[in-house]
């Protein structure tokens, strides 16, 4: 773990504090005061792992997300956001921000968190390996934050397939379907989530934001955490 070096890029000193406190022990952690700080260090190292504020003075994060992807196809990046619900999370799925961090995070969420998506980043499983759900779960998410949003769902469908009585993955084909604007097919999906558990807060979120009179996208719920 010593070796995985992680950006954080958030405007709000308080939180750079406490992030780099939490993962310094085992990351190297380098902090950016805002969006162009961040590109430019990013320019100038490699990193495993970037931790992404969505709302930043001047270049805000969706735009340094966009920015990212063109310096970085392969970049691994956590949205952080404070909001309650992730804004323009379809947007930022588009670039392969699948994982989130919402404030106020503890301590274990963001160890748990940047755990996962240094695994997923460097598992070596290869497709004819996969033998689990969450062998397909996590080569879906892996294709994803790739950008290869097709893949994802072919193995989304897969891990469906294998084991139907787990809400996860029923939530993010919801998700996939709604960047295809086929918004009564993710219905479908939100709640055959909720059907296998009716606690499964992201389809909730994401079952309630669709059926509103104006819907909108802003505010999907990709399940990164509760």
Do not use: H
């Amino acid at each position: 773990m010593a070796n995985n070096k992680i950006l954080v890029i958030d405007d709000e000193k308080n939180i750079r504090i406490t992030l780099t406190k939490c993962l310094e022990g085992d990351y190297e952690v380098l902090t950016a005061v805002n969006g162009e700080d961040g590109l430019e260090k990013i320019e100038n190292n490699n990193f495993d792992l970037i931790l992404l504020d969505m709302k930043l003075p001047g270049i805000d994060g969706m735009e340094v997300l966009s920015k990212i992807e063109e310096l970085d196809s392969e970049a691994n990046v956590i949205m952080i956001t404070g909001f309650g619900t992730v804004e323009t999370a379809v947007e930022a799925m588009k670039l392969g921000a699948l994982d989130y961090l919402r404030k106020p995070f503890s301590s274990e969420e963001i160890r748990d968190v940047v755990q996962e998506v240094l695994e997923r980043r460097s598992s070596k499983l290869k497709e004819e390996e996969l033998d689990s759900y969450e062998d397909y779960l996590n080569y879906a998410k892996s294709c994803i934050n790739k950008r290869n949003v097709r893949k994802g769902e072919e193995y989304l469908q897969k891990a469906v397939a294998l084991d139907t009585s787990k809400p996860e993955a029923f939530n993010l084909l919801g998700v996939i379907l709604e960047l295809k604007g086929k918004i009564l097919e993710a219905q479908k999906k939100y709640r055959a989530a909720l059907s296998l558990d009716p606690t499964y807060q992201p389809a909730k979120d994401n079952l309630n934001r669709t059926t509103k009179f104006n819907y909108e996208r802003k505010g999907i719920n990709l399940g990164d955490g509760e």
